[in-house]
């Protein structure tokens, strides 16, 4: 554009200003005439046809603002940006044009543009304590946490007394994991406004996260005196009462919130767990089910529900999400990694799903490793963590382990996070450490401090991701060396955890890249067994537990949310050509056994011919495994113990062999029998080898034979030789450490 053009345009501006139309439109038609593709003149000339002349240039300035507000009221962003943009052509100092910009930007969730609009404002009038505190809320939006901070300053700075972006400016603190500034913006907020509801929410909030849980529930009460209606306050204050166990008061709280909003998606969760826990299914998946109508891209909602529809058997059911549910938890919200075990068979996802799960859940400000000495301790110190220390599967197999460590070369220290009832394994567990603390009242933090009084050289977490874990612990790095073992087969996705123990089977080499840890292997199976485990010598009959006498028993005793629609198809297709054969499942739960007839009709197979276990003590348990000519593996979450303790009491395991940890450990244990012909790849195998050996007894006597021989020359139940090499595999970890290396991975030979 030449100089003269410049000076003829910003000529007829100043004639606008002073509201002279008629010379403003003769320039700019001059303009055009020389010049027709002006776009400056265009628009111009454009806007002063719809100009009232017999108004005043700052009376039509602000009729044209309210169009535009008017438009912007009727969500017309588009239209608004359009006409605001040839507005700003006249005002280019006009602040409202600016502001409406950068609405009408954020609410099509262009946030860079707004901030661009909101920066044109402070450089009008920097003293704008709105525009800087709109420049942070879109920094917010962009999930830029620190240039938002820096622009509530800025707010804050131009209005001290500013109590929203305070409180926002908490927030913000929050993201970046700085918690004790954002409690100093909280209580800021509540100096200028004393009855602002959403600090009290928001400092109920951080005292959750520090597992002050009575303090939670007195700022969440006075967020809720202050606005009575404030149902995510009553959320967070029945999640609080929760954690205190006060069951009756969450429930009443839940109800609240579903009383003022009944379609709060995180009351209608938290309502559906309470159904969950008390057994009442049908209710908690009404609950789950209205959540996800409410917001069905939601992966939090949908892993809650096809949890329970799993527990139940629904298979059916879940099927038709099947693939929605193999993503969930890798896309947008995050999931109970522990319960996508069971639904998908992929460690790659199984691992984006723990990271995104530890990173919502343990990334507060506890990075900073407690100090602790470096130097060589005389024993090492194991510190072993479990809510498990109780009648509970890890207990069966990790406590001959416990009082088999060598006490010449290691220290065992036990933390109970987790109280209950002592039954009889609890006192054999507590009894198996040189030093048992309950811990389960105290914080994460003081836990951690705990552990570091004790001087703990190597921690194991025997939970993982699981109902009841303390992972906050870890976080602290109250010890030098941090284990993953045994309660969760997967990775916990954490850089505080430093290895997970396993073998050859259940992380190849090739899936190396999917465990955030490095890989301790040991040389048989990762798992521990108990090789005093007594089997009952009461004679136990088919007829005593309700089976045919002289029927194919086929069994499998996992939990029922490990039967998928594939496996049990199959199940039922063996049961229709296996004539005389029936299937034993141990299936507590009467929903499920219900909803497991039905879809054995629905194939075609009498639901008599299904049969369910009921619970017996332990000793019997194991000797009834006996009755059963195989047991049938389900796929992505194979038998764990149930697979040990079938092959314990001499029972033939047939598995499929699967990607992610929890798909292989069947085989690793019988790998570790010397039975890797009841290792199968495809489904089709799995099939096929079940039929063969249902269909020549005297092939399947001799797998019997060969297992029970096994039990005794093979390396799975050998506990002595297991725990030796398991304590070399910490020797290997420990000297690592103190030579001042990082985690590296480590197997260790036969």
């Not at 949908?302 to 896309?331: F, P």
């Not at 977490?461 to 992972?471: A, E, K």
């Not at 598995?655 to 929890?662: D, E, M, P, R, Y």
Request: hydrophobic share 35%.
């Amino acid at each position: 554009m030449s100089s003269s053009v410049k000076k003829n345009i910003r000529l007829a501006e100043k004639y606008i200003k002073i509201s002279e139309f008629e010379k403003a439109e003769v320039i700019y038609k001059e303009v055009l005439r020389k010049f027709p593709q002006n776009l400056k003149a265009i628009h111009a000339l454009n806007s002063l046809k719809t100009l009232n002349k017999n108004k005043s240039a700052g009376e039509h300035k602000k009729v044209k603002i309210q169009e535009l507000y008017k438009h912007y009221n009727r969500k017309e962003f588009t239209f608004v940006l359009q006409k605001a943009y040839e507005l700003s052509k006249l005002y280019k100092k006009e602040i409202d044009i600016y502001n409406i910009q950068g609405a009408a930007s954020a609410a099509i969730n262009n946030f860079q543009k707004a901030i661009d609009y909101y920066v044109k404002i402070t450089k009008i009038n920097p003293n704008s304590e709105t525009a800087f505190f709109n420049i942070a809320v879109m920094y917010d939006s962009l999930n830029l946490p620190e240039d938002a901070i820096e622009n509530y300053n800025k707010a804050i700075k131009n209005q001290p007394n500013y109590a929203d972006a305070y409180n926002n400016m908490g927030s913000a603190y929050i993201k970046i994991n700085k918690p004790d500034k954002a409690m100093k913006a909280y209580n800021k907020v509540l100096q200028l406004v004393p009855n602002h509801a959403y600090a009290y929410n928001n400092i109920g909030n951080i005292n959750m996260t520090r597992q002050s849980f009575k303090e939670a529930i007195k700022a969440f009460k006075m967020a809720i005196f202050f606005n009575p209606n404030y149902a995510d306050a009553y959320n967070s204050l029945g999640n609080a009462y929760l954690n205190i166990k006060s069951i009756t008061e969450a429930h009443k709280a839940f109800e609240k919130v579903l009383l003022i909003n009944p379609n709060h998606i995180n009351g209608l969760l938290n309502m559906g767990s309470l159904h969950e826990d008390n057994a009442e299914y049908k209710k908690s998946i009404q609950s789950y089910s209205k959540a996800y109508s409410n917001d069905p891209d939601n992966e939090s909602i949908l892993e809650a529900k096809v949890t329970l529809q799993a527990y139940i058997c629904d298979i059916d059911e879940i099927k038709k999400n099947n693939s929605k549910i193999k993503y969930a938890g890798t896309i947008r919200h995050h999931v109970r990694p522990f319960n996508m075990f069971a639904q998908d068979d992929d460690p790659k996802r199984h691992q984006l799903r723990a990271v995104k799960y530890t990173n919502k859940y343990f990334t507060e400000n506890r990075y900073l490793r407690l100090s602790n000495s470096e130097s060589k301790s005389k024993h090492i110190r194991l510190g072993y963590i479990s809510s498990d220390f109780k009648e509970h599967a890890v207990s069966y197999l990790i406590a001959k382990v416990l009082e088999t460590h060598n006490r010449d070369e290691f220290k065992l220290f036990g933390y109970s996070i987790s109280s209950s009832k002592l039954d009889k394994m609890g006192e054999r567990t507590r009894k198996a450490f040189d030093v048992f603390r309950e811990v389960d009242k105290f914080s994460d933090k003081e836990i951690a401090l705990k552990i570091q009084k004790d001087k703990i050289d190597i921690l194991i977490d025997l939970n993982g991701h699981t109902i009841n874990s303390r992972t906050g612990i870890f976080t602290y790095k109250p010890s030098k060396i941090q284990i993953n073992f045994l309660g969760f087969p997967g990775t916990m996705g954490a850089e505080f955890i430093d290895y997970i123990i396993a073998d050859n089977v259940v992380i190849p080499n090739e899936f190396n890249n999917f465990y955030s840890e490095k890989i301790i292997r040991l040389p048989h199976s990762y798992m521990p067994t108990d090789n005093t485990r007594i089997i009952s010598n009461r004679p136990i009959t088919r007829e005593e537990m309700g089976l045919p006498t002289k029927s194919l028993v086929f069994c499998c005793f996992n939990n029922s949310y490990k039967i998928s629609v594939n496996e049990f198809d199959i199940w039922m297709r063996i049961l229709s050509k296996i004539e005389n054969s029936v299937l034993w499942l141990k299936i507590e739960n009467e929903l499920a056994k219900k909803n497991i007839r039905n879809a054995a009709e629905k194939r075609g197979v009498d639901p008599s011919r299904i049969i369910f276990a009921e619970f017996l003590k332990m000793e019997d348990h194991l000797a009834r495994y006996a009755l059963a000519d195989i047991f049938l593996d389900t796929f992505n979450f194979n038998g764990h113990t149930t697979a040990a303790d079938a092959l314990w009491a001499g029972t033939p395991l047939i598995t499929k062999l699967g990607k992610s940890f929890a798909a292989r450990v069947a085989g690793s244990l019988l790998t570790a029998v010397g039975h890797t012909e009841l290792i199968t790849n495809t489904e089709k195998e799995y099939e096929n080898l079940i039929i063969q050996l249902a269909s020549r007894p005297l092939e399947l006597k001799k797998i019997k034979q060969k297992l029970n021989k096994n039990l005794i020359s093979n390396s799975l139940f050998d506990t002595e030789k297991y725990t030796f090499n398991l304590e070399k595999a910490y020797h290997k970890a420990y000297e690592n450490h103190i030579k001042g290396n990082k985690p590296e991975n480590i197997t260790i030979k036969v």
